[in-house]
């Protein structure tokens, strides 16, 4: 139980914390969790990034394959 929120939880309810502070800092914590993600997903040259509307093309066409297996 390693995760943000638990931290925040446990702050809490300790009462170090208040519900309005533990949201607004869920927020930040979280978001930088994404962007350290992503920037070690940018990293990995497997990986084949799509925009949107080329994501749900490809996903349309690849459901549709599986579909007539």
């Not at 925009?51 to 490809?58: D, I, L």
């Amino acid at each position: 139980m390693t995760g943000n929120i638990y931290r925040l939880a446990k702050d809490i309810h300790e009462a170090n914390m208040t519900i309005p502070e533990a949201k607004e800092k869920f927020i930040t914590l979280d978001w930088r969790l994404a962007k350290r993600q992503l920037t070690w997903l940018r990293r990995n040259k497997y990986i084949h990034w799509l925009g949107r509307e080329e994501a749900k093309s490809y996903l349309e066409d690849y459901l549709k394959r599986r579909k007539t297996c």
